[in-house]
């Protein structure tokens, strides 16, 4: 038998190959695991994490406003569970963003809320004993002018947090006003320049008609000196106990509005300008008047654990603010 040669050997070894390329494989269509590096790696450095999760998520809550219809309303939540096993690496953030989507189909309440972190706590069974969330919006408000036939909508910035732990939710509301201050000081000297710029004018006088002082009260020389007011803001914390089964929004808002009593304006004509600048001048206000203010108001509250109120005067006589801040004193609570 002639040996093979090395020639036909290669060709034979090449038709072989060549047979098999042409084969089609058969695709494996079983479902296939997806890689979890949070539950199948355990992490580097072992420890408890006190909050877990996502800031700044865009959401839309339903939020009951005027004549008692359900608004839809922008907001972003931040949203936050504990990792208490120091050996799992990460926790399923994507579980926590889709029970926070999944509950805001009905209105925004301490229900609603509640809701939300137990199913956090559901989801997370074995990893998480507390959750956390804090929603930001800003909540709408129709408001009359002072005097003229007009309304128009004003809007106040909102906080609301809730902590679960165990069985227990703690709540926490915080609300920021718009008001002006007209500043008592300024006032004072004003008042004075006024009094002075009189007896120059009618110094030596025994007898003045009210007609001839009406006339120089009205007269632009007059007023040479105008008393300044700013803008203002005051923040407003407040914890709730398990009594209320609301979160007093409005209520802080009426409550505080009501003592300052100077609150922005929306839509003004002349009229309502006159009334403002009345306002004003019936309530001369130090940014510690203004706390003090807010502190009786705040105390008259129902359910109220702890507060802590801030008013900042944003000052046109200085390139600094004025604030004054007052809490409630409670022993470990809020800190001013």
């Known amino acids: 038998m002639t040996p093979e040669s090395p020639l036909s050997a290669q060709s034979g070894s090449a038709a072989s190959l060549a047979g098999d390329a042409i084969r089609p494989l058969a695709m494996d269509t079983s479902p296939r695991l997806l890689p979890d590096v949070a539950n199948d790696t355990a992490p580097q450095f072992q420890s408890a994490i006190d909050r877990v999760g996502m800031s700044g998520i865009e959401v839309a809550i339903l939020v009951r406003g005027e004549d ?14 504990s990792l208490d096993d120091p050996a799992i690496k990460g926790i399923h953030m994507s579980r926590l963003y889709l029970s926070l ?13 509640e809701r939300i972190l137990g199913r956090f706590l559901e989801t997370h069974q074995g990893m998480s004993a507390s959750a956390y969330l804090c929603f930001s919006f800003e909540h709408m408000i129709q408001r009359a002018s002072l005097l003229s036939d007009n309304l128009a909508w004003r809007s106040y910035p909102i906080q609301v947090e809730a902590l679960r732990k165990g069985d227990e939710v703690k709540y926490r509301v915080h609300v920021r006003l718009t008001y002006s201050s007209a500043c008592p000081c300024s006032a004072a000297l004003s008042r004075q320049l006024l009094q002075q710029q009189f007896e120059e004018q009618f110094y030596g006088h025994n007898w003045l008609s009210a007609s001839t002082v009406l006339s120089w009260l009205g007269a632009n020389s007059t007023l040479i000196a105008v008393p300044h007011s700013q803008r203002s803001h005051a923040d407003i914390t407040v914890d709730l106990d398990e009594t209320r089964s609301d979160l007093p929004i409005e209520e802080i808002i009426q409550r505080t509005e009501g003592v300052l009593n100077t609150a922005v304006q929306a839509a003004v004509k002349r009229a309502d300008e006159q009334e403002f600048a009345r306002l004003n001048g019936e309530n001369l206000m130090f940014c510690e008047d203004a706390a003090r203010r807010m502190k009786s108001a705040i105390d008259q509250m129902e359910g109220v654990t702890d507060y802590r109120i801030q008013a900042s005067h944003f000052e046109s006589l200085h390139p600094h603010d004025a604030v004054a801040i007052v809490v409630k004193g409670v022993p470990g609570g809020l800190k001013p």
Not at 68 to 81: E, G
Not at 104 to 112: A, D, M
Request: glycine residues 0%.
């Open 68 to 81: 008692d219809v359900l608004m839809r309303t922008p907001a972003r939540v931040d949203a936050y569970v």
């Open 101 to 113: 989507q999944n509950e805001l189909h009905t209105e925004f309440s301490r229900k609603q809320i």
